[in-house]
């Protein structure tokens, strides 16, 4: 039986996440299908997981462009108007505001990395799901044996996902950190005003 030597996702750096990936590959060479077992409901559910995963990672994508948006938009008209404002008197005021504007260039950082081109699995190709079709003869038996294909497809998407998820939940905490730290400039001028 043919079955394609599947090519492990680049920089998984994770042993849970490589660990996942072997079990993956394992179950592929060792999916057989049985006798007399209907795996058409079995396929439909593969194909719900992989259209799944599809949405994640491009909803990641969106919400890592949110914070590209907003932060970028935000920071460079807060950065403006700090500027043109800094002063003699209130540059103490100024300079308690620079950790808020590092912070959110870090995220927008981490936003950016979010999207930038990562590669998604691909299902295999259509001459790999005919030669299961050609071996097994049966329908069934060659969808049976197939979902371990499918399960692969399904599981390297899921790391995919996860890695890109890991990247904007820091981008997440960055910016949530920076509008935290707004709060210091304002602080700071009530306890220490301007001087006149």
């Given at each position: ?57 491009a909803t ?78 049966q329908e ?57």
């Amino acid at each position: 039986m043919y079955t394609a030597v599947q090519i492990k996702p680049r920089n998984l750096r994770n042993p849970r996440l490589e660990e996942r990936h072997a079990r993956a590959l394992e179950f592929t060479e060792a999916s057989k299908p049985l006798e007399a077992v209907n795996y058409k409901w079995l396929a439909d559910y593969a194909k719900l997981l992989w259209d799944e995963q599809k949405k994640v990672f491009a909803t990641l994508d969106d919400k890592a462009e949110s914070i590209v948006r907003y932060l970028s938009g935000g920071t460079g008209l807060f950065a403006f108007g700090l500027l043109a404002k800094v002063s003699v008197t209130n540059q103490h005021i100024a300079v308690c505001a620079v950790p808020a504007l590092g912070c959110a260039l870090v995220a927008i950082l981490l936003a950016m990395l979010t999207k930038k081109p990562m590669a998604f699995p691909r299902l295999p190709p259509v001459r790999q799901a005919k030669t299961y079709a050609d071996f097994y003869k049966q329908e069934e038996a060659a969808i049976g044996s197939f979902l371990g294909q499918w399960n692969l497809a399904c599981e390297e998407a899921e790391i995919a996902c996860e890695k890109k998820a890991r990247l904007l939940g820091w981008a997440m905490i960055a910016s949530y950190v920076s509008l935290a730290l707004l709060l210091l400039p304002i602080a700071v001028a009530l306890l220490i005003p301007p001087v006149s």
